[in-house]
């Protein structure tokens, strides 16, 4: 009896741990594949931004600098509707959206916003400060994903808005922090100077862009921006640099834009950041996370610690 009690008790020791076991690797296995799916996308995309990159800063050169002629932005709306450009400054022209857009952004924190946005000035100002519109370092973003935009509007009750946000919160605690890498700075032939990134690890934008797809079924099918690209906008320059006369060559103008673009690469390329933040921003005026205007931001932490 003494025998068979003792073989029971092995039996059943041997068995909760087996169990315990069981349900460790179970974990472990869960949160491994969670945590891995941020990241074994990344060489695909970073190879995708990349062909991106390089194209984008193609574009000057290969369509000139449309900006100078008051040509359209990269949303099919015109400078000269966005801005005025008088008596040696730059005024934003806000005009209300109707319906409000709702965009889906990452922040980039002010402890690394405000270093760049200094470096931007510093490089930009000397020759062209009267016609450039600096972004408000307070809001740099990464736009991720739209529930509705000025070329495919989607109205919604305020309760479908309660509801928007509700997913995007949920879509922010799965995400894990991005450690990022300024790739380049770019100027496009629309005059917007923008920053270009890289993912090192965390979740990849086209992982956040896909759940938020899931998250918000109606929103437009065609989206504003490439699944893979990570980008920031820095400034926009809306006019000739001060040393350019009636008989400036544009060649040497676009020379000029070029060597004030390699200044700034030499000083910022290469800045590391970590974003962790997901906003849920109501635009009740025209481009109003650009151009300062009057906006309502629901802000998210991202939900996975793994760093």
């Known amino acids: 009896m ?13 068995t909760l741990i087996w169990f315990i076991s069981l349900i460790t690797f179970y974990a472990v296995f869960r949160m491994a594949s969670k945590l891995s799916s941020s990241s074994t996308d990344l060489p695909v995309s970073n190879g995708e931004r990349l062909k991106l990159y390089d194209k984008m800063s193609r574009d000057l ?6 900006f100078l002629k008051h040509g359209e932005t990269s949303q ?17 022209v806000l005009k209300a959206a109707n319906p409000p857009v709702r965009a889906n952004v990452l ?8 270093p760049i946005a200094k470096a931007v000035r510093d490089v930009f100002s000397p020759t062209l400060n009267e016609v450039i519109w600096f972004q408000n370092s307070a809001v740099y973003h990464f736009s991720m994903f739209h529930a509705s935009h000025h070329i495919l ?3 919604a009750s305020k309760e479908e808005i309660e509801a928007e946000v509700d997913a995007v919160k949920s879509v922010a605690e799965q995400l894990c922090p991005m450690k990022i890498l300024l790739d380049r700075v770019v100027l496009t032939s629309t005059g917007v100077l ?7 690890s965390g979740t990849d934008p086209v992982n956040i862009r896909a759940k938020l797809r899931n ?27 001060k040393n350019s006369s009636e008989e400036t060559d544009i060649n040497s103008e676009l020379q000029h834009f070029h060597e004030l673009v390699a200044r700034l690469n030499n000083r910022i390329a290469g800045t590391k950041a970590t974003v962790s933040e997901l906003w849920y921003v109501e635009e009740y005026d025209v481009l109003a996370l ?3 205007g009057k906006m309502n931001i629901r802000r998210f932490q991202f939900g996975c610690l793994k760093e």
């Open 2 to 14: 003494a025998r068979v009690r003792n073989w029971y008790n092995q039996s059943k020791s041997a």
């Open 61 to 66: 050169d290969e369509h000139g600098a449309l």
């Open 76 to 92: 099919s709306l015109l400078l000269s509707d966005l801005f005025d450009v008088k008596n040696g400054s730059v005024t934003p």
């Open 107 to 114: 922040h980039l924190s002010t402890e690394y916003s405000l």
């Open 153 to 155: 509007p989607v109205l």
């Open 194 to 200: 923008l920053g270009c990134w890289q993912v090192t």
């Open 215 to 241: 998250a918000l079924p109606r929103a437009p099918e065609k989206q504003l921006y490439a699944p893979a690209i990570l980008h920031t906008s820095l400034a926009r320059i809306l006019g000739h640099p």
């Open 290 to 292: 650009a151009l300062d």
